[in-house]
């Protein structure tokens, strides 16, 4: 895949596969042959895939064929997702809901829920597999040894600090906060650091004494230069009424303004004021535009290295809030993809307890005119509460929770840093849905009524360009590789082997046992015809990708054999070299004709 480093992609042949492909021997040799469409997706199975399996005879002549056209993939219909976290009025989770208990509206029209799963914070956890020690020989001589039990994090928190909308006294204020929290860090803890800005960067670790250097490093870095007052001085909330919702009054207050910096009050001069006004909005949109697509860039980057980590994945978000303005379409885009990514997104309003200030910055004083400082100072005012509305959306919308006006920042930040005890992910199929890009309100409501608290996403964008099927198809496993949600459309099992080549390498074999019932298979040309993609990817400790794999099977199966191989199953082996350690092991298979999916999250220990 091309998006993964070191990651080749092989298309593999069944007839010269040996051991590469296995299938267990024993099955019937004639059997009914399948329908145009097989069976539906079968169950998962927990079946452990033997250390030693048998490889079977070459497979008939023909039944599988390497090509290099890509397989044509029928994309799964993507569910728009909502993370929904229930509470008592005592601030208590509530943890006994089921599917029923739920209602859902896509602007304002009930919906299906057509999935329904619960997740807790354990069900990140990664279990060790099985593993062998493979001797150099070969898989005959492999023996199971006593897998070490393997201590991975549990929790990686991606401490997200925006300095391109912090002021000099908000760093100040966090970074005495976080010094707090990372003295409560448990020992299954991994934290990174990241800033808007991208100047910092400290990758996840549980090193206290690094973490508390790197924030030495949050300081005040905006995007724009500050300290320069244009003429006239407008600030981005009210550009923002005067560009985008075209606000009359704004725009007067800043022709005013105009006409006293530039024309000495010359009411002459008033329509070279209105433009000169104008021309100070677009300038101003343009600036806080660019800052805030800086800030989501970053945010977006940060959410891919945290998406691919094994275990709890959030996000705390520290920022005094920006106005997305024109931009609301990137923050849905970003709680699609932290729900995706089963990402909780916490936000912590950097300014902690504050009164609105209406005298503005006093070390950078506005330069109002008497006649309209009045209006300046209003729209100071509802800036400073407009800045924290993006905060409230992105923590309701991925099931976090927004800490503002309090002090206590250092206790927000442990309360941020621990996901909720329980979230209820609800999904549904938007019903001719138009590709035009248009928003869609979501809400979510009880059906019985109760006066819970509810934090849910309020709504999201329509696509507006239809999506390449091949690309997405790619897309689709290259997002299930970087995730750890298990997936089961498909029943694989996965396995590992590994023997050491020398004291400072050894070579790791990741079995994936596929049974074929559940795969759904195109008859053409009296051939049962599909394409499996499995695409692996290795991690170490610390969730720092270390290699990976792909490999396209291309199945052309005459009946018997469809028949054999789908009692029997197979399994494919891929094989890494790597240096001793604590790894873990991701998996995704995906079928052309079906686009199901299947993942699967293994550990290895390779003892030095």
């Not at 997200?160 to 906060?177: I, L």
């Not at 800030?295 to 005094?320: D, I």
């Amino acid at each position: 895949m091309s998006h993964l480093p070191a990651i080749a992609r092989r298309k593999i042949s069944l007839a010269i596969l040996g051991v590469i492909l296995l299938a267990s021997q024993g099955a019937p040799a004639q059997a009914p042959a399948p329908q145009e469409t097989p069976s539906q997706s079968a169950p998962a199975k927990t079946d452990t895939v033997p250390a030693t399996p048998q490889a079977p005879a070459p497979a008939e002549q023909g039944e599988v064929a390497t090509r290099d056209n890509p397989a044509t993939f029928r994309v799964r219909v993507n569910l728009v997702l909502a993370r929904v976290v229930v509470r008592d009025a005592d601030g208590k989770v509530i943890t006994n809901l089921k599917k029923e208990d739920f209602l859902l509206f896509d602007n304002r029209k009930p919906q299906v829920i057509s999935s329904f799963s619960m997740e807790t914070p354990g069900m990140h956890v990664v279990a060790p597999t099985t593993t062998a020690s493979d001797a150099p020989a070969g898989p005959e001589t492999a023996e199971t040894t006593t897998t070490p039990k393997v201590t991975l994090p549990q929790r990686f928190v991606a401490m997200m600090f925006d300095d391109g909308h912090m002021a000099m006294e908000d760093t100040v204020f966090v970074r005495q906060a976080a010094t707090k929290f990372f003295g409560a860090l448990a020992p299954s803890d991994r934290v990174g650091i990241y800033t808007t800005s991208g100047q910092l960067t400290q990758e996840f670790t549980d090193d206290r004494e690094l973490l508390n250097k790197a924030l030495l490093g949050i300081i005040a870095r905006p995007v724009a230069g500050g300290g320069f007052h244009d003429c006239p001085d407008i600030s981005y909330y009210q550009a923002d009424l005067i560009e985008n919702k075209s606000d009359t009054q704004a725009l007067a207050v800043a022709t005013e303004d105009a006409l006293q910096c530039a024309f000495n009050g010359d009411p002459r001069q008033t329509s070279a004021a209105q433009a000169l006004a104008g021309s100070a909005a677009i300038r101003a949109v343009n600036a806080g535009d660019i800052q805030t697509e800086y800030a989501y860039r970053h945010v977006e980057e940060t959410m891919r290295r945290l998406a691919g980590m094994p275990g709890q994945r959030v996000m705390v978000f520290v920022s005094p809030g920006f106005i997305p303005s024109t931009l609301q379409t990137e923050t849905y885009d970003i709680i699609d993809r932290a729900l995706r990514a089963g990402i909780v997104i916490n936000t912590i309003d950097a300014r902690g307890l504050y009164t609105p200030d209406v005298l503005g910055d006093i070390a950078d004083p506005p330069h109002d005119s008497l006649k309209t400082v009045g209006f300046k100072t209003t729209y100071r005012v509802a800036a400073q509460f407009a800045n924290s509305e993006v905060l409230g959306q992105l923590a309701d919308g991925t099931g976090g929770t927004f800490f503002h006006n309090r002090n206590d920042v250092d206790e927000g930040m442990r309360e941020a840093g621990a996901a909720p005890a329980l979230a209820y992910v609800l999904g549904f199929s938007p019903q001719n849905l138009k590709v035009d890009g248009r928003y869609h309100t979501i809400d979510v409501k009880l059906a019985n009524k109760l006066k819970y608290k509810l934090q849910a996403r309020h709504g999201y964008f329509a696509p507006k360009t239809l999506t390449d099927p091949t690309e997405a198809a790619k897309q689709e496993v290259l997002q299930a590789l970087y995730s750890q949600d298990e997936i089961t459309d498909l029943s694989a099992d996965l396995h590992t082997q590994f023997f050491k080549k020398d004291s400072t390498m050894a070579r790791l074999a990741v079995l994936t046992h596929l049974e074929l019932k559940g795969i759904r298979f195109r008859k053409a040309e009296g051939r049962n015809r599909n394409d499996v993609t499995v695409a692996t990817a290795i991690f170490d400790e610390n969730g720092n990708f270390v290699t990976g794999g792909e490999k396209i099977v291309e199945m052309r199966l005459l009946d018997a054999t469809y028949d054999k191989l789908s009692h029997s199953g197979i399994t494919v082996k891929s094989s890494f070299d790597v240096k001793p350690g604590t790894y873990l092991v991701r998996q995704v298979v995906r079928d052309a004709e079906g686009s199901q999916m299947a993942a699967k999250n293994g550990a290895v220990v390779i003892p030095y």
